[in-house]
């Protein structure tokens, strides 16, 4: 028979203490709860304010207290002063997702959660988010205003178009981008008096599609003042926010001279891709301050237009070393195969939920490569017809993610191989496994002889 445990001497292995000397912190909008360990202060929880001074006084009592290591709960923007002011003063910070630091169930307080943080901290259970160099920081910060500007600039675009429509005006119908040219030349000379629908077609631009008398047919309306009045401030408030993206991209331009490798490559990276600029683009030359601040050109990649290569680089950095392996990059990103095991069966395969920004521009890059002649091309229509758009869209985009993350790695340029070659290296492919399975099976594949 076999041989029974001793019931009487149980052996079980206890969670280790990691860091010994860790603090939880339970941030709030008003007051901020710091908990350290029990033998460092006869208090080991206090109450702090959330001014600038008191946030100092966290820093000093914690150095008192003997701590070397701070996890915190990431609310709302509510931690970044505190980060930063940790940071500064030498902490070893952890910025923790709020899902992953869940409370067990029962009483809620500031005090048990901070006390909670501090414990689970100091058996090392919990995983500090990514967080990238402070020059990215900067960078993000920036883009990130520069996109909350651009939204607020289509509003007011929108107003425009509702102006125009409640004057009949249906220039919309005729151009496709009121704030092109004519139609820029056109609502300008509307507010300046001009109502005369001939008089101003004339400002009809030469590669306008449509002929004046199309124009002038649509310039017939009814110019009443209170619409005038409501186009007249959309188009104020139009100006006056792209005086603002512009002085935003002086900013980001003189923030990219300062990110630049300390040996910049040369100023045209070989192989650009020369393409044409996005009416959303910096003033300045976006492909050129990426290439300095890289050192490989990511805009030669199919689908990644400079703009989204910013958007991508500001989220995640340059430095491809903060993940181990690209698995762990695609994974971080969400658009790798989330499985869901349970009794040895998968419930689940799709992608992780994320609000990411990088993750979002990847699957925007993907889907811009529907009609691509490229080799990414090829692979997007191929794995449509096969699973359909949205799985489509997250293995393209995840194609993309491991296409820039050894880029970032090696400093190595891309090379397209084209949608016909992709296609004669997927039929040998699949030839090739029809081959290994006839062998398996005794048989042999033989050619039909052409006609």
Not at 228 to 250: G, K, P, S
Request: net charge positive; charged share 25%.
């Amino acid at each position: 028979m076999p041989k029974q445990p001793d019931l009487a001497k149980p052996s079980f292995d206890v969670l280790a203490q990691i860091n010994l000397h860790a603090a939880g912190i339970d941030i709030g909008a008003e007051e901020i709860y710091v908990a350290v360990p029990a033998g460092s202060d006869p208090q080991p929880v206090r109450s702090f304010g959330t001014f600038t001074v008191d946030l100092h006084a966290i820093a000093q009592w914690l150095h008192a207290c003997g701590v070397e290591t701070v996890a915190m709960e990431a609310t709302g923007v509510y931690w970044v002063p505190l980060y930063e002011v940790l940071e500064h003063d030498g902490f070893r910070v952890y910025l923790v997702n709020a899902r992953h630091i869940k409370n067990v169930s029962g009483r809620k307080s500031d005090v048990l959660d901070c006390q909670w943080i501090q414990q689970l901290h100091t058996y090392g259970l919990l995983q500090a988010s990514f967080r990238p160099p402070d020059e990215i920081c900067v960078l993000r910060s920036l883009v990130r205003h520069r996109d909350m500007l651009l939204k607020y600039r289509a509003s007011h675009i929108q107003h425009m178009q509702k102006a125009l429509e409640l004057m009949n005006l249906k220039l919309t119908n005729v151009i496709s981008d009121i704030t092109g040219v004519t139609g820029m030349e056109i609502i300008r000379a509307i507010l300046a008096g001009e109502h005369r629908p001939a008089v101003l077609a004339q400002f009809r631009d030469g590669r306008c599609k449509k002929s004046e008398e199309e124009i002038a047919k649509s310039l017939e309306g009814n110019y009443r003042a209170e619409h005038l009045f409501v186009l007249q401030q959309a188009v104020e408030l139009y100006d006056f926010y792209n005086q603002q993206i512009r002085a935003c991209d002086d900013q980001l331009e003189a923030r990219y001279r300062e990110c630049a490798l300390p040996e910049p490559p040369a100023p045209t990276p070989p192989e650009a891709h020369k393409t044409k600029r996005s009416k959303n683009a910096p003033a300045f030359d976006l492909s050129q301050a990426l290439y300095r601040m890289t050192g490989v050109d990511l805009t030669q990649v199919d689908g990644l237009e400079a703009v989204t290569v910013q958007t991508v680089l500001t989220e995640i950095g340059a430095d491809m070393s903060k993940w181990p392996t690209v698995k762990h990059f695609t994974s971080w990103l969400g658009v790798a195969p989330n499985n869901k095991i349970t009794g040895g069966e998968v419930k689940s395969r799709s992608s992780k939920k994320t609000n990411n920004r990088a993750n979002t521009a990847l699957r925007r890059a993907a889907q811009s490569l529907a009609r691509s002649q490229s080799a990414l091309g090829a692979f997007y229509r191929r794995i449509r017809a096969k699973h359909g758009g949205p799985v489509a869209i997250t293995a393209t985009a995840h194609r993309l993610a491991r296409i820039v993350y050894f880029m970032l790695l090696r400093r190595q340029p891309y090379r397209d191989l084209g949608a016909e070659e992709y296609d004669k290296q997927q039929q040998a492919r699949t030839l090739r496994n029809l081959q290994r399975s006839a062998a398996r099976l005794g048989m042999r594949l033989e050619p039909v002889p052409a006609p």
